[in-house]
């Protein structure tokens, strides 16, 4: 009789010694759900896509890991759309890396110009054949007389590159027209918009007459201004001289 009063107390103790393990192992399951975060490894396609990246623009992956790291930094508050090799070029830690980046920019910016140009050049005969007669910058008053020209047409007349919003530009066009002077007109960031260009000619003054003389010609610049590679900010007036373009004073 004894031992059946045993067995009532021996199925308590137990029931009590496996609560806790029980309730642990809940908590324990609790507790690797509250923890799970998200796997940190980046997908195989992006560490590709980055690599392309970095080699399309010369960089190896540990290049371009800084660049993205650096534009995270108060550089990418400032600068947000800054390219790799300045970012780099601009917080190099050597005057050999600094080298090296600039080196890079220049064989960089040399291979977009020549596409830039390879375009225009395509852009330019596309247009005789369709539209000859057409006027591509157009100003109030201005007859389809009056069309651009290209920088290879301009030789033995002043060459003059400017950009929106800069006074100093404005003004040497204005002196240049007061002159008398014959000159072609290169917006510089024109962007191929014509309604960029009109707005800059009618708030530098440019005289529509003089347009439909041909005696000023308004132009998208397309990567001519650093094509020639001349040093300097703008505006800049350069003539052909010898056969090389010059900056005039």
Not at 38 to 59: C, K, M, N, Y
Not at 68 to 91: C, F, H, N, W
Not at 101 to 123: I, N, P, S
Request: glycine fraction near 6%; aromatic fraction near 6%.
């Amino acid at each position: 009789m004894k031992r059946l009063h045993l067995v009532p107390i021996l199925v308590a103790l137990l029931s009590a010694l496996a609560l806790p393990h029980a309730a642990t192992a809940q908590n324990s399951g609790s507790s690797a759900v509250s923890v799970i975060v998200p796997s940190r490894e980046r997908p195989v396609a992006t560490i590709h896509s980055e690599e392309q990246q970095a080699r399309d623009w010369g960089l190896q992956t540990d290049e371009w890991a800084r660049y993205r790291e650096l534009m995270q930094g108060p550089l990418g508050v400032y600068s947000p759309k800054l390219d790799p090799l300045t970012a780099l070029g601009i917080e190099a830690r050597s005057d050999e890396e600094r080298s090296r980046y600039a080196e890079l920019q220049v064989q960089a910016e040399a291979r977009r110009v020549e596409k830039m140009l390879a375009y225009q050049r395509a852009y330019d005969a596309a247009w005789q054949r369709l539209a000859p007669g057409m006027l591509r910058v157009s100003l109030p008053g201005v007859s389809p007389a009056a069309s651009s020209t290209s920088l290879a047409q301009s030789t033995g007349r002043t060459a003059v590159f400017v950009k929106d919003g800069c006074a100093t530009c404005d003004q040497a066009v204005q002196r240049l027209q007061a002159s008398g002077a014959e000159f072609d007109v290169y917006v510089v960031g024109s962007r191929a918009d014509d309604a960029h260009i009109r707005d800059w000619a009618q708030r530098a003054r440019i005289d529509p007459a003089k347009v439909r003389a041909r005696q000023i010609t308004l132009n998208h610049d397309d990567g001519h201004w650093l094509s020639l590679g001349l040093q300097g900010e703008l505006p800049a007036a350069v003539r052909q001289v010898g056969g090389q373009w010059q900056r005039q004073p």
